[in-house]
């Protein structure tokens, strides 16, 4: 009799100690704001669905699966139906828990809170953070990219969106659904692929100081990564800049061009009025100078004109450009003809076009210091051209690096360990 009493306390004991062990959190729910201002919503559902106050639980109505409820705000009111109600906040749900609400003719999981404000109504989708992510990973990467790259961004947004938990808490939600926090297109977006990357790493985080991080990522860096205080101002101890392997990607290497009065025309519009476009300062790629960061970022260009010299910082420069990064440098040339008439014979008064493939000539640059200044004296029709690496802020992982990554055989986790330095992958659900 002894030994079944003895397993059956080590079976209460062996469950005992699972439960224990579980000391992580619950899957958190996120509210995602998907419109602010509206005094419009139709909302519907795929299954039945309720309409309630979430404080009081009192419910507005049930209704059959496809019909169409317009919620109004009149006269700081909400009316649901045209029936005035007085909550200040209502709740759209499916019965069915894998039911999907939809509103404005976009499907989404979990529940919708459409809330009065004194500007209109802010319509929040609330849901699990999983579901989240199945949105959120396909709208920030290709599903067609390797599935160790997607399981690398599903990670990386899922340490994102719990580090930016309460960013919108001033407007009633956590994150917002654009790229200021990340994209996020609701049910309709979702596939298989990217969802399996989301399963597979169910509830896993990168975690610093153990704190989910702030896991930037971007497309392509151009070659190397920069550190987070050349970018943003902030020291941030695991965005340092590393080496890339996104030479694939089609923004890895770029070119534009403009004329100086092209560029003028495009400071003034900015309220930087030079005159006329006399110089340009700054250093070369790899100069080692202190107009660049490490990762070769642009910290700073100065513009001389006839009228006025302005100095700019390096992200300024690239939304006034409308530059794929601030990784660029710039060189002064004057094109040379594509074409040259020649005598097809002498003195015989007739000319012949041929074509010259002369490249354009770079005009030198002056060095004082440790400055280099490109000269424009517009008297030989100079075009300016700005060569650059990589797109967008070029922080954290990029994503076409972590698709080479990929490729060539590394799993997420050496990805992720690749772009964000010190941290560790750990569970936190
Ligand atoms: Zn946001």
């Not at 030994?3 to 729910?29: C, D, E, Y």
């Not at 529940?111 to 404000?117: A, Q």
């Not at 990762?295 to 006034?320: M, P, Y």
Request: neutral net charge; charged residues 20%.
């Amino acid at each position: 009799m002894g030994w079944k009493k003895h397993l059956i306390m080590g079976l209460i004991l062996v469950l005992l100690m699972g439960i224990q062990s579980r000391t992580f959190a619950a899957q958190p729910n996120i509210r995602v704001g998907l419109w602010t201002q509206q005094t419009n919503v139709t909302v519907s559902a795929n299954e039945v669905f309720e309409i309630r106050d979430p404080g009081t639980n009192d419910r507005f109505g049930k209704f059959t699966t496809g019909t169409r409820v317009l919620i109004t705000q009149k006269n700081n009111r909400l009316y649901v139906n045209d029936l005035p109600v007085k909550s200040i906040v209502l709740s759209v749900q499916a019965i069915d828990e894998n039911g999907r609400v939809e509103v404005n003719n976009k499907a989404y999981r979990g529940k919708i809170l459409i809330k009065k404000m004194d500007n209109g109504m802010t319509v929040i989708n609330d849901l699990p953070l999983e579901q989240y992510l199945y949105s959120v990973v396909p709208e920030e990467m290709p599903s067609s990219w390797p599935i160790e790259a997607l399981k690398a961004q599903a990670v990386a947004a899922r340490s994102y969106a719990i580090y930016s938990m309460n960013r919108h808490e001033a407007e009633g939600y956590d994150v917002c659904a654009l790229t200021h926090c990340q994209v996020y297109g609701g049910s309709n977006v979702e596939n298989e692929i990217a969802a399996k990357a989301v399963d597979a790493t169910r509830g896993q985080v990168l975690l610093y100081d153990h704190k989910p991080i702030f896991a930037a990522f971007h497309a392509s860096s151009g070659g190397s990564t920069e550190n987070s205080e050349d970018v943003w101002g902030t020291f941030i101890p695991y965005l340092r800049s590393v080496t890339d392997y996104d030479q694939n990607s089609p923004d890895y290497h770029w070119m534009v061009q403009f004329t100086p009065a092209d560029l003028s025309q495009l400071l003034s519009q900015y309220g930087y009025n030079i005159g006329t476009l006399q110089s340009i300062t700054l250093s070369d790629f790899n100069s080692g100078q202190s107009d660049r960061s490490v990762g070769g970022a642009v910290k700073e260009v100065v513009f001389s004109g006839s009228q006025n010299t302005v100095e700019l910082t390096g992200s300024k420069v690239r939304s006034i450009l409308g530059l794929k990064s601030t990784k660029f440098a710039i060189g002064v040339f004057v094109p040379l003809p594509k074409k040259i008439d020649v005598a097809i014979a002498r003195n015989s008064g007739y000319n012949k076009s041929i074509d010259v493939n002369l490249p354009d000539y770079q005009v030198p640059k002056m060095m004082t210091g440790s400055k280099n200044i490109h000269l424009i004296t517009d008297s030989n029709e100079e075009i300016i051209k700005v060569e650059g690496y990589g797109s967008g802020h070029r922080v954290g992982m990029s994503q076409w690096g972590a698709k080479a990554l990929a490729e060539q055989g590394y799993d997420y986790q050496s990805i992720l360990y690749t772009y964000y330095t010190e941290v560790s992958i750990e569970n936190w659900y």
